[in-house]
C-alpha cells in the first residue's frame, strides 16, 4: 500500500496546551480521509502541519515520502489546500485571481492561461470568469478557492471544512469535484464538521477530540463499534407495546418501550437475533404496522465517542 499522508504521534504545543497530542494518520493515494471532530479537536492544527504553515512539536509527518519539517519545499510542491475562508482576492476577477496564482507558481503566461480558462470550465466558472469575485456568490467563491488550489496540479489536496455555509446545492456540486479528483488519483485530507459529508466521501473515518485521535475506521466499522443494528417493532395499538416487549423477552431479547414512537426498540448483535424476534412477534398474534431494522447513523457515532471523550477529560480533572 503506497501513502499519500502518513503521521506517527504528530504533537504541536502552545505552553501548557497540546493542541495536538500524538496524532497517527495514514491515508493511501487515491483515496479520502475523513477527519471528524468538535471545534478545538484539532484538526485544523493537523492540517496547518502537514501543509507546512505551522512546525510539529513532535513526532513525524510525511506527504509522498517528503517530510514536513525536514523537506518542506519538496511538500509543498505536491500539495494544495483549501481553508475554511476563501482566500481568493474579491478584488480581482477570477481570472486574473487563477492566473496571478499560476504565475506564482512559476507556470509559463501560454500554459498560466490554458491551465486558467481548463480550471474555469471545470469549476463552471466560465460565465463568471471576467467578474469580480465581490460579486460571486458564497458557492462560487469555495470553488474558485478549490480551484486556486489546484493550479499547480497537486497530488494531496488537504480541505479543510470546504462547504461550510455553503447551501446544498452548492455543497453537492463540491462533493461532484472531489470525487472527480480522487478517480484521477489525487489523495484528498478531508476536515469536516458534516457527518453526511464524510459519509458521501470518506473511505475511512479519523474521529478527533482534545487533540488525540479518539477513533479510527470506515464508516460502517465506526457504527458497529456504537452498536450494530438496532430492530424496530410498531404495533398496531399503543396499547400492545408491553405484549411486544414480553414476547421479545420470551426469546431473551430486551426491548424497549418508546412510548412518543409508539414502538419498542432494541438492539440485535446477528442475523440469529433478529431471526428469533421476528419469530416471537409472529408467534404472538399481536397487530404490527411495521417492523424493521436500522443503523447507526453517523452523526450518531460522532455524538457518541466525543461524548464519552469529553466525559473521560471531565473525570481526570
Known amino acids: 500500500m503506497t501513502l499519500g499522508i502518513e503521521v506517527e504521534r504528530l504533537e504541536k504545543h502552545y505552553g501548557d496546551h497540546r493542541a495536538v497530542d500524538g496524532v497517527d ?10 477527519l471528524l471532530g468538535p471545534n478545538g479537536a484539532g484538526k485544523t492544527t493537523t492540517v496547518r502541519m502537514l501543509a507546512t504553515l505551522i512546525p510539529p512539536t513532535g513526532g513525524r509527518a510525511t506527504v509522498c515520502g517528503y517530510d ?22 474579491k478584488d480581482i476577477s477570477g481570472r486574473d485571481n487563477l492566473y496571478l496564482i499560476a504565475r506564482l507558481l512559476d507556470l509559463p503566461k501560454k500554459r498560466a492561461w490554458a491551465r486558467v480558462e481548463e480550471l474555469l ?3 463552471d466558472l466560465v460565465a463568471a470568469g471576467g467578474k469580480l ?58 476536515t469536516t464538521q458534516y457527518m453526511e459529508e464524510a459519509e458521501a466521501l470518506a473511505d475511512s473515518v479519523v474521529v ?30 399503543p396499547r400492545d407495546l408491553v405484549a411486544v416487549v414480553d414476547a421479545l423477552a420470551g426469546v431473551r431479547l430486551a426491548g424497549h418501550v418508546d412510548h412518543e414512537a409508539g414502538l419498542v426498540q432494541l438492539p440485535i448483535s446477528g442475523s440469529a437475533d ?7 412477534i409472529s ?9 424493521d431494522t436500522s443503523t447507526p447513523s453517523l452523526d450518531e ?14 473525570l481526570q480533572r
Open 25 to 34: 494518520l495514514q491515508v493511501p493515494v487515491g483515496t479520502v480521509l475523513g
Open 68 to 89: 514536513v519539517a525536514t523537506q518542506p519545499r519538496q511538500v509543498r510542491e505536491l500539495i494544495g489546500l483549501t481553508g475554511q475562508y476563501a482566500a481568493v482576492d
Open 121 to 123: 470550465e471545470r469549476f
Open 133 to 190: 469575485v465581490r460579486e460571486y456568490s458564497g458557492g462560487m467563491r469555495r470553488r474558485l478557492d478549490l480551484a486556486a488550489s489546484l493550479i499547480g496540479d497537486p497530488k494531496v489536496i488537504y480541505l479543510d471544512e470546504p462547504t461550510t455555509g455553503l447551501d446544498p446545492r452548492s455543497r453537492n456540486g463540491l462533493w461532484d469535484v472531489v470525487r472527480d479528483l480522487v478517480a484521477e488519483g489525487s489523495t484528498v485530507l478531508l
Open 208 to 237: 478527533m477530540d482534545n487533540g488525540v485521535v479518539i477513533a479510527s475506521g470506515t464508516p460502517a466499522e465506526l457504527r458497529a463499534r456504537v452498536g450494530g443494528q438496532t430492530l424496530r417493532v410498531k404495533p398496531v395499538h
Open 274 to 280: 433478529l431471526t428469533d424476534a421476528v419469530r416471537a
Open 283 to 291: 408467534e404472538s398474534g399481536l397487530a404490527v404496522s411495521a417492523i
Open 301 to 314: 457515532v460522532f455524538l457518541t465517542l466525543t461524548g464519552k471523550q469529553r466525559g473521560a477529560v471531565e
